[in-house]
């Protein structure tokens, strides 16, 4: 083809790169096998942490945490040890629709996760699953008359998933048609250069069968392989009215791997000493007594230091905060698992995995008081990131009666094993990462990237 | 604009009195001054739950939002 003048992203969740090239070699995916064969399909790096918020938000903007401040699903609110949850309102830079609406470009995004509420664009937006109502889903809010009217669900019912897989998969069906319904709808009645709709229902699927299709338990092997063949079947169709003048990007956002077992980290750092909960009973996984406290974490594996001047009642007076960091690092590196095994692959501290805007790359001296700074989008971010092994999902469980524990779910996402494959966006020849990709969009359709573009 | 204060850092609102006397019996023996100490509690503990994220989720959406990541595993 030709130089694009416009582009269409499909991001399929927690699509592992070995899961689709495992299935392709089997030849259950005829579509898939030939898009890869004629593009190349490749692996990719996720985020730190690992989770579709912080990766997706990692796209949209090309930029890592330290510069778009999404670090999780839930953060500690501004002045207390309690819970808020992280909004499109959170994001700290212009996101992709936003960069080409000011450039002049036709815009389309649909269910991206962290883009509810979502922005004024010149185009259409429609929000993410934490959107709790169709009618708050999209702008120009008129959009979501049509989306109601054609069954669009915001999200597959974790809840059905949590009780039985028989309830769940009629659900996902039921979601994803309606989703490639609008997507086709949209593609073929808006004006767009920029085209991106998502598909969650491919991670929800991973976190509850993935156990057991990777078991070999046959029923559950081809109900798990049968969701894939309709998901080729929709990129089968995507190809087949793809306009002449248009690329293509086909990308997941992390890999996934079975769990060997839950980790409640909070749980280990109360037996540690680290924190200590405000009571026998703590209502909410913040709920700590910040006066005893010299830690607290966040989901999954997010470690901050309670210091004194920054947090809102912090007593580890700054001169020992990378002291602490340090032990804390270390007892967790000690955490092994039910089966003697390691459950922490590597500790990373905030200075190496995060930089603030305006910033290229990690700075292991970073002055202390920029470390501490509280008031960015690096400022929001944890002080230590706890990547797991492969199989130990970490969840927080402060009041958790055991460490490790068994739980519905059955996959966790892994780092190395995102995948991606282009039609038209011409990506880097070494291996990269999620938030690199962005620049490469913008290039293509002729757009110079933001200057602290990742 | 608020109404005027009648002290500093508070101000009079106005409530029906039938609806006074039903809260007085409410918080007998409940450990309140007043009923002024009940409606200040209850209202505080009701602008917190609409505060999530500058208004964008209301109290029950932040339970609902809530629910759904822990059914995820995401909490």
Not at chain 1, 227 to 242: A, Q, S
Request: charged letters at 25%; aromatic letters at 8%; proline letters at 8%.
């Amino acid at each position: 083809m030709g130089q694009p003048s416009r582009i269409i992203v499909l991001g399929i969740d927690g699509v592992p790169y070995s899961l689709l090239s495992d299935l392709i070699k089997r030849g259950e995916l005829p579509r898939f096998a030939q898009f890869a064969a004629e593009t190349g399909l490749r692996q990719m790096d996720s985020v730190q942490p690992t989770v579709s918020s912080v990766a997706w938000t990692s796209y949209v903007t090309g930029r890592q945490a330290g510069k778009h401040g999404i670090y999780g699903f839930i953060e500690r609110k501004p002045d207390e040890y309690a819970m808020t949850i992280p909004l499109s309102t959170s994001v700290a830079v212009p996101n992709i629709w936003e960069v080409l609406s000011a450039a002049g470009k036709r815009v389309f995004g649909m269910n991206v996760p962290v883009t509810y509420p979502p922005r004024a664009v010149n185009g259409i937006l429609i929000g993410g699953f934490l959107c709790p109502d169709i009618a708050k889903v999209a702008n120009p809010p008129q959009v979501g008359c049509y989306l109601r009217s054609v069954g669009y669900e915001i999200d597959t019912d974790a809840m059905l998933a949590r009780k039985s897989k028989d309830l769940m998969l009629p659900n996902i069906y039921k979601t994803v048609d309606a989703r490639m319904e609008a997507m086709f709808h949209f593609l073929a009645q808006e004006k767009w250069d920029y085209f991106h709709t998502h598909i969650m229902a491919t991670d929800r699927l991973n976190h509850f069968l993935l156990g057991r299709y990777e078991a070999g338990e046959s029923k559950d092997v081809d109900e798990f392989v049968r969701f894939y063949r309709k998901l080729d079947e929709y990129l089968g169709r995507l190809l087949d009215v793809l306009p002449n003048d248009a690329a293509i990007v086909v990308m997941s956002d992390h890999g996934f791997c079975p769990i060997k077992s839950e980790v409640q980290l909070s749980r280990y750092l109360v037996e540690k000493g680290w924190t200590v909960p405000a009571g026998e009973r703590p209502r909410h996984p913040l709920d700590i007594d910040p006066s005893r406290s010299k830690v607290y974490s966040l989901i999954p594996g997010r470690i901050r230091v309670n210091v004194r001047g920054r947090e809102p009642a912090g007593v580890v007076p700054p001169e020992e905060f990378r002291q602490v960091r340090d032990e804390v690092a270390r007892d967790l590196r000690a955490l092994h698992g039910p089966d003697g095994g390691p459950v922490v692959r590597e500790t990373l501290r905030r200075e190496e995995l995060y930089w603030p805007a305006g910033q290229s790359g990690p700075d292991a001296d970073m002055p202390l008081d920029r470390l501490l700074t509280t008031d960015t989008a690096f400022g929001r971010g944890p002080d230590l990131v706890v990547v797991p092994q492969d199989g130990y999902d970490l969840k927080m469980g402060m009041a958790a009666p055991e460490t490790f524990v068994n739980t519905a779910l059955e996959g966790m996402h892994t780092f190395h094993d995102a995948l991606i494959m282009s039609r038209g966006v011409d990506l880097p020849e070494e291996r990269f990462a999620i938030p690199n990709v962005t620049r490469h969009v913008l290039q293509t359709l002729g757009v110079d990237p933001p200057d602290d573009m990742d | 604009m608020p109404p005027k204060s009648k002290s500093a850092g508070r101000t009079t609102i106005k409530i029906p009195t039938p609806l006074y006397h039903k809260l007085s019996g409410l918080i007998e023996g409940a450990g309140y001054n007043s009923v002024t100490d009940f409606v200040v509690y209850v209202l505080r503990d009701l602008a917190g739950q609409c505060d999530e994220e500058g208004g964008k989720l209301s109290g029950r959406e932040t339970k609902q939002t809530r629910q759904k990541l822990k059914n995820l595993g995401y909490l």
